[in-house]
């Protein structure tokens, strides 16, 4: 998450207490006119504010003006804050980026940035330039909770004369910035990338100019490509041909003129210069991914593209700087180049693209239910959470109100495959009707799209979702989760010209695609690179970006496959499966160092509770249980969370390492920890379950029926099989003892035979979900 929340050992959940919330806004629409009208503080008398613009989107509608009593997107002190970009930046303002300081400025004192880790390089913006250093070693901090390859600064890149009074953004690409500064009569720009062993300036009104932290040692000197090591780094500068490099001191200077260039590299060894001059000149100027999912031989490709100028001489393509999650399914060869990283060893690939191929497990909108639970029970229990006085929180927000419609809509096919369509119906009303509330502006609920920013914006927010465009894709996937539900019983209600014209905006919010969106900035909450998203807006901290609830991004991007196979959306199908494949990839190695090689060896820690540009942490944004440190990032449990039992061996051994740390069995959010325990023993979870279920409280998630059907299906079903695959983007096989159980849901029309690469064959209706044994 985003910033500090505090604990909940019981209802409402894992965000700990609500916030205080702001007066809430409704509006009375008369003839085409919205007359907003506001609560005075909690129990205050309303009043009639000014006019506010309201813009239909099918049957629903977003408010174009900010609804009176909220705020948007403010520093610190509460001050309204605007993109901090120059005059050339086009498009929407990126937020949530491993860079994001740069352009969201958090502290009125500060206006250049915080620390920037792209991995390998650090980077640290101030008035004179950019600090740039390599941060290869670790230490443990806070108690040894967390481990952090701390930011450092070898060098500065600059321009004679330069003082700027801030630092904005000139561009960015996918995993790119291009950084500004402009002041004394020097301008200086810096493009800077995740994996990018370059920094790239151009500069003008004075001289390339490089200061070294320390006395640098001088390894090679050829005019205009020299070899340093500072602090025991090792780094080589290269300027242009005709303007050579000279030192005075620890710095030095080159005559560059007012289009003048030069970069700097740092190097895993001086004997590593030769492969890195050939491409000192090759500058890269944007990057992007493109994906390619295809559904019947269940694979996605990912290209990961830079494109790049030759300042000088014809060279194109760079270094770049793979992930783990990157070069064990990258398809090409890597040089022997290599680089220590909070996210373990990077490996190097030359040239300008490299593609990974990954296998895509099916995501599934529900499991089925198994005729060996207890049916009568589940009804029961059904009918005890549509008796409860409080269904939804009052005036409810963007999270805890999405809470509350996904643990109702998860009940909902439930309900359905007991025969209990009274309860089923029932619940479809109420998870549709909260979600026509808050996609109708003018409302107590609504939405607002923030043009400065292009960022749609819920109110009432929580968790700075407005304020600091914190956790877009955690609250919002809640929605799409809700709709997905209602779709997949009512197609026409989903229809572009019905709701699904608002859903589908609050999905670009999160995750548009189009490069030229006018209203949205691309990937908002998904850092292809790094492969999973940042939660912070702004990345206003020391430690860089951070990514606690990487589960909740994953519900996100299941409910986008749901919802677009739902609607026949093959695009959309494929960003869900683009996002939720591509996270699965990293969330068990790096929060959890599946298959060693994240973590330090000297961090006794089994997981992360969340994962920093420097590094990771056990600590979570509240002072939690030990349940709260590992489940942060299993919740919510939806059929999507199948992933967490990807490797049921490990997800067994991340049970046991709770338990021992605890003692004993899990009291806090005991649902949560039954549900993943059945990821790796069905029968186990299911005997905690019996033995506890009528004395236990849900996580503000979940509920005792979804519960016991999830733990009784795997119970009778057994573990995630991966070997098998199927053409299918909604499917599952699992394994017990040697007998495995498929099923598959069709979300289309018309009826559908899966075909799983085994050689087994399921028919499956239209709109059902189907098993068979085999």
Do not use: C
């Amino acid at each position: 998450m985003a910033h500090p929340r505090h604990p909940a050992h019981a209802r409402p959940g894992p965000r700990g207490r609500r916030l205080g919330l702001l007066a809430a806004a409704s509006a009375l629409v008369v003839g085409g006119s919205a007359l907003a009208v506001t609560g005075a503080g909690t129990g205050g008398a309303a009043h009639v504010s000014a006019e506010v613009a309201e813009v239909p989107v099918g049957s629903g509608g977003y408010a174009e003006t900010m609804p009176e009593g909220y705020s948007g997107p403010s520093d610190l002190d509460g001050n309204p804050v605007s993109p901090k970009v120059t005059d050339d930046f086009e498009g929407p303002a990126p937020t949530n980026e491993w860079w994001s300081s740069l352009i969201f400025q958090r502290y009125a004192d500060n206006p250049y940035g915080e620390n920037l880790f792209a991995h390998p390089l650090s980077f640290l913006p101030h008035s004179g330039g950019l600090d740039m250093g390599y941060p290869d070693t670790h230490q443990l901090v806070g108690e040894d909770l967390k481990y952090e390859y701390t930011a450092v600064a070898d060098l500065a890149l600059g321009v004679s004369g330069l003082d700027s009074p801030d630092t904005r953004t000139a561009g960015n690409g996918d995993w790119t910035v291009t950084a500004h500064w402009e002041g004394g009569g020097s301008t200086l720009r810096v493009t800077l990338g995740q994996g990018l062993p370059f920094a790239y300036a151009e500069t003008s009104g004075g001289d390339a100019e490089v200061t070294f932290e320390s006395a640098p040692d001088i390894w090679h000197e050829d005019g205009s490509t020299v070899g340093a090591t500072v602090n025991g780094r090792h780094y080589a500068l290269f300027s242009p041909s005709d303007a050579p490099w000279n030192l005075s001191g620890d710095t030095l200077t080159a005559a560059t003129g007012d289009d003048g260039y030069y970069s700097v590299a740092v190097l895993p060894d001086p004997d590593d210069l030769d492969a890195f001059a050939p491409y000192a000149h090759s500058v890269v100027t944007d990057s992007v991914v493109e994906y390619d999912y295809d559904e019947s031989a269940a694979t996605l490709t990912s290209t990961y593209s830079v494109e790049t100028e030759a300042r000088e001489g014809e060279e194109s393509g760079t270094l770049m700087a793979l992930y783990p999650h990157q070069w064990e399914h990258v398809t090409g060869d890597l040089t022997d180049l290599t680089y220590a990283s909070p996210r373990g060893e990077m490996r190097v690939s030359e040239g300008a693209s490299f593609t990974t191929e990954l296998t895509t497990q099916g995501i599934m909108p529900s499991l089925p239910t198994v005729d060996s639970a207890d049916h009568d029970r589940m009804a029961s229990l059904i009918d005890e959470v549509l008796a409860e006085e409080e269904l939804f929180p009052e005036p409810g927000d963007t999270y805890w109100d999405g809470k509350a419609m996904g643990r109702l809509a998860q009940l909902v096919p439930i309900a359905d495959s007991i025969g209990d369509t009274e309860a089923r119906d029932e619940l479809l009303g109420l998870v549709q009707e909260r979600l026509e509330d808050w996609l109708t502006a003018g409302g107590t609920r609504q939405f607002h799209h923030d043009a400065d920013w292009g960022a749609m914006l819920g109110y009432p927010d929580s968790f700075g979702a407005a304020t600091e465009l914190n956790d877009h894709d955690f609250h919002y996937g809640y929605f799409v989760s809700a709709a997905a539900m209602v779709a997949r019983y009512d197609a026409d209600w989903a229809d572009e010209d019905a709701w699904g014209g608002m859903i589908r905006l609050l999905i670009r919010d999160v995750a548009s695609t189009d490069a030229d969106d006018a209203m949205f900035p691309r990937l908002r909450s998904f850092s292809p690179y790094a492969g999973h998203g940042w939660a912070s807006g702004h990345a206003g901290f020391a430690a860089g970006n951070n990514q606690e609830s990487s589960s909740e991004g994953m519900h996100f991007a299941a409910a986008t496959a749901h919802f677009g196979a739902l609607t026949g959306d093959e695009e959309l199908r494929d960003l869900g499966v683009y996002l939720h494949t591509t996270q699965a990839s990293t969330i068990a190695r790096y929060w959890q160092d599946q298959g060693g090689g994240t973590f330090p060896e000297d961090y006794l820690e089994d997981v992360v509770g969340m994962v920093w540009g420097d590094g990771g942490d056990y600590r979570i944004w509240w002072d939690g249980g030990h349940e709260e440190h590992y489940g942060i990032n299993y919740l919510p449990i939806t059929a999507g969370s199948l992933y967490l039992g990807h490797d049921p061996e490990h997800a067994g051994m991340i049970y046991d390492s709770l338990v021992d740390k605890l003692g004993g069995e899990p009291e806090i959010w005991r649902d949560i920890h039954w549900a993943h325990r059945a990821l790796s023993d069905g029968d186990d979870a299911l005997r905690m379950f019996e033995e506890q279920w009528d004395t236990y409280e849900p996580e503000a998630g979940g509920s005792k029926p979804h519960t016991y059907q999830w733990v009784s299906t795997l119970a009778e079903f057994g573990t995630v099989d991966v070997s098998v695959t199927a053409d299918t983007a909604h499917y599952a096989v699992f394994d017990d003892s040697g007998s495995r159980t498929y099923t598959a849901f069709n979300p289309t029309s018309e009826s559908l035979t899966v075909a799983f690469s085994d050689g087994t064959t399921l028919d499956v209706p239209a709109g059902e979900t189907a098993v068979t044994s085999g």
